[in-house]
């Protein structure tokens, strides 16, 4: 029986539904900040009491909730979770063959200023890192290289946060992005224009940035050509990949760009002073063991390899071969329960209209697929078995399970909220209460996603829908507030209590999560700041500079 959205609900009342309907939001901020359960039972959680509110609010038939909490689910499961699950596989082999540790040692020997082992490795190679991984590993893994050079635990673990922003929308693989496009319909190439130009113009800042919070201003002039080298570089490769290719490479193939301009770059210039912490001892002391060019090129290979592959399936060729010539996809036209149920209501649009729900999912051309392949391929050249893979691939599952149930709820949970009408009534009511304000406020809903949840991912599920429809109703181009919800939430990462938890682990500092939150605040608020004054010049200055999307319908 069709089912039409009622936005109004509750006596009426936009503003009275919308604070009702809300509190789900409310409660995984409870879930996640106050009572600090774990992100799946929290997910979980919020996506059960999301149906009730459903079904008991707007009257929602339960079978329609369901159906609407699955498909989200499943396409939270296929392609997203088979992105990062891949993703993870592939770094996993690297580390499994011990090819990581010479990844490792192969950067960490260029210089004895700490301020360039900053740059080469929080900035440069945490990218890579969240190109190819994310998940925490970034942080956690930089972290712990700065720790074995011989940075003093702290000043490890909050230059990592700082430093590991420009590569979040675009890692693992793009999922970030490719989520906000799922959720909003906005074509991921649109988004990633519009991300890939605001993460260019952060990447100029950061280096010179991370390097202040490290030195001050005063001794990270010193180092100023460096800065602008590693920044430079990678907002000029991420900015042209993202414009021309799309979300899965631009942090991958940016950041292997900025770590080669720069280690060419010192090779030739270094600070006139050699700046170490105080009592440093080991700063002049080779930092890695030396290896042959040889060795240096079979360790990097995994991630050369996935860059060709990448580049493979993103051709046109390649993709209408395996969908139109021989349709290898999986495909529902029409999902069960839920396609010509839920009709839209004004004023979304004009008069009722379907709300068409369907399932896609182009399994051999998916990001996820080509990582997987490149991880086959490497197992090759790097010698593991089979045998070996698969329980390499095994434990990556086992690391991953509980991060692949929080990512489905909260995908789940997102769905729902726009089949339901959540996402439209909360979008109207922010419409109402913020008006022409509203660009202030949509990067500071993403970066208050990203500290519930610690994830952009999952920042975009929930706030996606809402950020397009308040910018549809107040004339703004979707894709200024869509593209702002991840920009600002990448400012999150450095507050979120799960990223600070990853980075106490990495650095033996569990229990002083309090004191990185103190040092990472301030400049949290520093760059939301500069976020925001970006997202104005956008929406009244230069709307021009950001591509559009089609308006809601």
Same mark, same amino acid.
């Given at each position: 029986?069709?089912?039409?959205?009622?936005? +109004?609900?509750?006596?009426?009342?936009?503003?009275?539904?919308?604070?009702?309907?809300?509190?789900?939001?409310?409660?995984?901020? /409870?879930?996640?900040? +106050?009572?600090?359960?774990?992100?799946?039972?929290?997910?979980?959680?919020?996506?059960?009491?999301? #149906?009730?509110?459903?079904?008991?609010?707007?009257?929602?038939?339960?079978?329609?909730?369901?159906?609407?909490?699955?498909?989200?689910?499943?396409?939270?499961?296929?392609?997203?979770?088979?992105?990062?699950? =891949?993703? @993870?596989?592939?770094?996993?082999?690297?580390?499994?063959?011990?090819?990581?540790?010479?990844?490792?040692?192969?950067? $960490?020997?260029?210089?004895?200023?700490?301020?360039?082992?900053?740059?080469?490795?929080?900035?440069?190679?945490?990218?890579?890192?969240?190109?190819?991984?994310?998940?925490?590993?970034?942080?956690?893994?930089?972290?712990?290289?700065?720790?074995?050079?011989?940075?003093?635990?702290?000043?490890?673990?909050?230059?990592?946060? @700082?430093?590991?922003?420009?590569?979040?929308?675009?890692?693992?693989?793009?999922?970030?992005?490719?989520?906000?496009?799922?959720?909003?319909? #906005?074509?991921?190439?649109?988004?990633?224009?519009?991300?890939?130009?605001?993460?260019?113009?952060?990447?100029?800042?950061?280096?010179?940035?991370?390097?202040?919070?490290?030195?001050?201003?005063?001794?990270?002039?010193?180092?100023?050509?460096?800065?602008?080298?590693?920044?430079?570089?990678?907002?000029?490769?991420?900015?042209?990949?993202?414009?021309?290719?799309?979300?899965?490479?631009?942090?991958?193939?940016?950041?292997?760009?900025?770590?080669?301009?720069?280690?060419?770059?010192?090779?030739?210039?270094?600070?006139?002073?050699?700046?170490?912490?105080?009592?440093? &001892?080991?700063?002049?002391?080779?930092?890695?063991?030396?290896?042959?060019?040889?060795?240096?090129?079979?360790?990097? $290979?995994?991630?050369? %390899?996935?860059?060709?592959?990448?580049?493979?399936?993103?051709?046109?060729?390649?993709?209408?071969?395996?969908?139109?010539?021989?349709?290898?996809?999986?495909?529902?036209?029409? /999902?069960?329960?839920?396609?010509?149920?839920?009709?839209?209501?004004?004023?979304?649009?004009?008069?009722? =209209?379907?709300?068409?729900?369907?399932?896609?999912? &182009?399994?051999?051309?998916?990001?996820?697929?080509?990582?997987?392949?490149?991880?086959?391929?490497?197992?090759?050249?790097?010698?593991?078995?089979?045998?070996?893979?698969?329980?390499?691939?095994?434990?990556?599952?086992?690391?991953?399970?509980?991060?692949?149930?929080?990512?489905?709820? +909260?995908?789940?949970?997102?769905?729902?909220?726009?089949? $339901?009408?959540?996402?439209?009534?909360?979008?109207?009511?922010?419409?109402?209460?913020?008006?022409?304000?509203?660009? @202030?406020?949509?990067?500071?809903?993403?970066?208050?996603?990203?500290?519930?949840?610690?994830?952009?991912?999952?920042?975009?599920?929930?706030?996606?829908?809402? &950020?397009?429809?308040?910018?549809?109703?107040?004339?703004?181009?979707?894709?200024?507030?869509?593209?702002?919800?991840?920009?600002?939430?990448?400012?999150?990462?450095?507050?979120?209590?799960?990223?600070?938890?990853?980075?106490?682990?990495?650095?033996?500092?569990?229990?002083?999560?309090?004191? %990185?939150?103190?040092?990472?605040?301030?400049?949290?608020?520093?760059?939301?700041?500069?976020?925001? #004054?970006?997202?104005?010049? &956008?929406?009244?200055?230069?709307?021009?500079?950001?591509?559009?999307?089609?308006?809601?319908?």
């Amino acid at each position: 029986m069709p089912w039409n959205q009622n936005y +109004v609900a509750l006596r009426g009342s936009l503003l009275l539904t919308a604070l009702v309907v809300a509190i789900p939001i409310f409660f995984l901020f /409870w879930a996640l900040a +106050v009572k600090r359960m774990k992100g799946h039972v929290a997910g979980v959680l919020t996506l059960i009491l999301t #149906i009730a509110i459903s079904v008991l609010v707007y009257r929602m038939p339960l079978s329609a909730a369901l159906s609407a909490s699955v498909l989200g689910m499943v396409t939270g499961l296929f392609p997203i979770g088979w992105i990062i699950l =891949t993703a @993870v596989f592939l770094f996993n082999l690297t580390v499994e063959s011990g090819q990581f540790e010479v990844i490792k040692g192969s950067i $960490s020997s260029l210089s004895p200023d700490r301020r360039i082992q900053a740059l080469l490795i929080a900035f440069s190679f945490s990218a890579f890192m969240e190109g190819v991984a994310g998940q925490g590993a970034p942080v956690a893994v930089a972290a712990a290289m700065l720790i074995g050079l011989g940075f003093p635990a702290l000043p490890a673990a909050v230059i990592c946060l @700082v430093a590991n922003t420009p590569p979040v929308p675009f890692g693992p693989v793009g999922v970030p992005t490719i989520m906000m496009s799922t959720v909003t319909g #906005i074509p991921a190439t649109t988004m990633a224009r519009a991300v890939g130009l605001d993460m260019a113009f952060m990447a100029l800042i950061i280096p010179f940035f991370m390097v202040v919070v490290m030195v001050g201003f005063k001794r990270a002039k010193e180092v100023l050509p460096a800065a602008l080298v590693a920044g430079l570089s990678y907002a000029a490769a991420s900015f042209v990949v993202s414009t021309y290719f799309g979300p899965e490479l631009p942090a991958i193939t940016a950041s292997v760009v900025s770590l080669v301009c720069l280690v060419l770059f010192i090779r030739v210039w270094q600070p006139k002073t050699v700046w170490t912490f105080e009592g440093d &001892q080991a700063a002049g002391q080779a930092a890695g063991t030396k290896h042959s060019a040889g060795q240096v090129f079979k360790a990097w $290979s995994p991630f050369l %390899i996935l860059m060709v592959v990448m580049g493979i399936w993103g051709t046109p060729f390649f993709k209408n071969y395996a969908e139109k010539t021989h349709h290898w996809f999986l495909a529902v036209p029409k /999902w069960p329960g839920l396609d010509g149920v839920v009709f839209k209501a004004a004023p979304i649009v004009a008069k009722p =209209t379907a709300y068409a729900a369907s399932y896609k999912w &182009q399994w051999l051309t998916a990001p996820g697929t080509a990582m997987f392949i490149s991880a086959l391929i490497s197992m090759g050249v790097l010698g593991i078995s089979p045998a070996t893979g698969g329980g390499v691939f095994l434990k990556t599952f086992k690391q991953l399970r509980f991060a692949l149930i929080t990512l489905s709820s +909260v995908i789940g949970l997102g769905f729902l909220a726009n089949y $339901s009408g959540m996402s439209f009534t909360l979008g109207l009511a922010f419409a109402v209460l913020t008006g022409m304000a509203f660009p @202030v406020f949509s990067p500071v809903i993403g970066l208050l996603g990203v500290f519930l949840t610690g994830s952009v991912t999952s920042s975009a599920a929930l706030f996606g829908k809402l &950020q397009q429809v308040t910018a549809t109703h107040l004339g703004f181009n979707p894709v200024l507030t869509t593209s702002a919800n991840l920009f600002g939430g990448v400012m999150g990462k450095l507050i979120s209590p799960q990223s600070i938890a990853v980075a106490c682990a990495a650095v033996g500092l569990v229990g002083r999560e309090t004191d %990185i939150f103190r040092k990472t605040l301030k400049s949290s608020m520093i760059l939301l700041g500069i976020v925001v #004054i970006v997202v104005l010049l &956008q929406a009244f200055a230069i709307p021009w500079i950001l591509p559009t999307a089609p308006v809601v319908s």
